[in-house]
């Protein structure tokens, strides 16, 4: 849900599945997106939150354009401040992306996204797995990036935080670059931090 400020103390399950596009001409796209709660304001939240989504397949045809498959899951975004106290679980698996040209097959997740501080005490897992990219005369990209919070104010958290990022698989049959970047922050802020239970 979104709206102006957000006050949950319910439980939320999201899910998402990527469809499938494929393209003989064009480029070929396919998105699978989740917010558990998300605020143009402030966030205050309790409750028990999952959000998990997986990525669909793209296909592009001789002297087409690119195939993306874009995975991404947040447990809480919000562009005001977050206080939480709720277990959070937000999990991005990446799809398939099969092209003439660039090929992206990349996934993030989030337990909590903030453009303000950050008032943690809930437990947060957060695991993206890249995808399988595959492209007959480009570039292959199969990035993962995962974050237990990330803010650009301060950062308060008493809550254990488990991040896993592992990159996917990418071939270029011409043998262009591929990409198998991986990124996990437990705590990523912009402002100063404290944190009374270690992060891993």
């Known amino acids: 849900m979104s709206q102006t400020s957000v006050n949950n103390s319910g439980t939320v399950s999201v899910t998402a599945q990527g469809g499938e596009a494929s393209s003989d001409n064009g480029y070929a796209e ?4 989740v917010w558990g709660l ?3 304001g402030d966030v205050s939240n309790s409750g028990a939150i ?8 793209t296909q592009t045809a001789s002297e087409s354009e690119y195939g993306l498959s874009w995975t991404e899951a947040y447990g809480i975004y919000s562009d005001g401040a ?3 106290s709720g277990d959070i679980a937000a999990t991005a698996t990446g799809g398939t992306a099969d092209a003439y040209l660039d090929a992206y097959a990349e996934a993030r997740a989030c337990g909590i996204r903030a453009l303000a501080g950050v008032d943690n005490s809930g437990a947060i897992s957060v695991a993206a797995q890249g995808g399988t990219a595959s492209s007959d005369i480009s570039f292959a ?18 809550g254990a935080i488990s991040v896993t990022s592992a990159a996917g698989s990418g071939i270029s ?7 198998g970047y991986a990124e996990a922050s437990g705590i990523e802020a912009a402002g100063s931090l404290t944190t009374a239970v270690p992060f891993r």
């Open 30 to 33: 396919s998105y699978a997106q």
């Open 38 to 40: 998300s605020s143009v």
């Open 50 to 57: 999952s959000a998990a989504a997986t990525g669909g397949t």
């Open 82 to 84: 977050v206080l939480n």
């Open 141 to 158: 990209d199969h990035e993962a990036e995962a974050y237990g919070i990330s803010t650009e104010g301060d950062v308060r958290n008493s």
């Open 173 to 179: 049959t011409t043998g262009y670059d591929t990409y």
